[in-house]
């Protein structure tokens, strides 16, 4: 039983594109602002170590009964998402991250998430809400295949009404995925609201992997496509490229690289001040983004 | 006090491969954040009992495997396509847009045949080809039996490559097809 030698060294027997690809795999880091950020959230959510404690990695004494910490997360959302605000949920919940590191929109269905496992901790919420959820229960064929309906109620009612369309319909992706997932999105289904039809679409989509291959891979190569024309300096060409792929992938994988481009490709065309208007609108949805550098300029 | 590592110390030396492992195990970037946080809840909870038996590093990762695990079958945020990828990723002051765009093509790509192996597959074969770990640590991280990390790690290069193989196929007939359909 000798030990196989690694793809990546010498000899590996790995083909170029499995070394390529792995290669960048390996490569991948953490962001440089990651490890301070999780830390300060991380502080938010441990006890604090008393004072004179017998110190020895404040671990000890501090760690053992208020870390039920992913419970009381769980039921920070559930509770403030039940009442309404987003932003507000996150910071309750301790997630801090969750609201100053993500799209608002994915902070919400994380917060969704974590109310539909945290069902007991939101106890007194449901009732009242479910009765407003009010969609006519048309949305997914198996309304009631959950049983645990009450907690799925306040989920899918409040996100829908903060932060509609953008992290929604993929949340609801996986239709043929595995079970618990497709319990789950069937809660959450009711947050897209309105556009059930998208919701079809990209279930069928992201369920399976080689769905998301095709549509990955046609999404790369419209985005080649309209790099292209604007490295050649038409930037009208790339601005209909561009909007094109936005209407036959609204919810892309690629869609901050679209953005990004756009945003480039309208103030290249003397568009600027919609270039500004949607620079700004970037850097407020993504200020993390790998892209937020390029994009900062077209925001002044 | 055993004189093992503080939390901090943990925390300090520990935060990039924890980090790593997340990704590697398919938790997306938008909620690797989140997810190293549980890591860490549990490091802070559990570090006294951690009495060195093992590397900071094998133990670690066995939480690591369970935070991921957990989220794995809490599936629907890992189909948040839209976002995923998103955010978050280094920042390379030197990119420029496309090349960026590029490199994170390729993490997609990555991703999506990664997703598509059993975890134990892709833990295995993500801590020797990626991390650079040994057989034998593998094994003490995963607690399985070294013949098993070899095995798992022979069945998930087969998977691998069968699925980069078709990856790379599609995109030459793409490729083909659009050069006919230009002309």
Known sequence: ?300 | MTGGPTFKEVYEEQFRFVWRSLRRLGVRESDVADAAQDVFLVVHRRLDEFEGRSKVSTWLYGICYRVARDRRRLAHVRHTVDDERAVDERVDEHADVAAEAERREGFAMLDTILDEMPLDQRAVFTLFELETMGGEEIAAALEIPLGTVYSRLRIARDHFRKSLARVQARERFRDEARAGGER
């Open chain 1, 1 to 300: 039983m000798s030990a196989p030698k690694r793809w990546l060294s010498d000899g590996g027997g790995a083909t170029r594109g499995e070394r390529d690809l792995l290669r960048l795999g390996a490569a991948h880091e953490p962001p440089a602002s990651a490890k301070d950020a999780v830390w300060t959230a991380l502080l938010a959510q441990l006890p604090p170590i008393p004072p004179g404690s017998s110190g020895g990695g404040g671990a000890g004494g501090a760690g053992g009964g208020k870390l039920a910490a992913g419970a009381a997360k769980a039921a920070g959302a559930a509770g403030a998402s039940g009442s309404g605000g987003a932003a507000v949920a996150g910071a309750v919940g301790g997630g801090i991250l969750k609201s100053a590191l993500i799209g608002a929109g994915s902070a919400l269905l994380l917060i969704a998430t974590y109310a539909v496992v945290a069902p007991a901790q939101a106890p007194s919420l449901p009732a009242p809400i479910a009765t407003t959820a009010p969609d006519p229960g048309a949305r997914n064929a198996p309304p009631g295949p959950l049983g645990r309906s009450p907690a799925s109620s306040p989920i899918a009612r409040d996100p829908s009404g903060n932060e509609g369309p953008a992290a929604s319909p993929d949340s609801v992706a996986p239709v043929g995925a595995p079970l618990p997932a497709a319990s789950g999105e069937a809660r959450v289904a009711p947050s897209s609201g309105h556009d059930s039809k998208g919701l079809v679409g990209s279930a069928g989509s992201a369920a399976a992997p080689a769905d998301r291959e095709t549509r990955l891979l046609e999404e790369s190569r419209r985005l080649a496509e309209a790099r292209d024309a604007l490295r050649r300096g038409d930037a009208s060409g790339a601005l209909s490229l561009l909007s094109d792929l936005q209407r036959a992938v609204p919810g892309g994988i690629l869609g901050q690289e679209r953005e990004a481009l756009a945003i480039e490709a309208l103030a290249k065309s003397g568009r600027t001040s919609e270039a500004r208007t949607r620079a700004q609108a970037f850097l407020q949805a993504y200020p993390q983004s790998p892209h937020a550098p390029h994009v900062e300029p077209f925001a002044r």
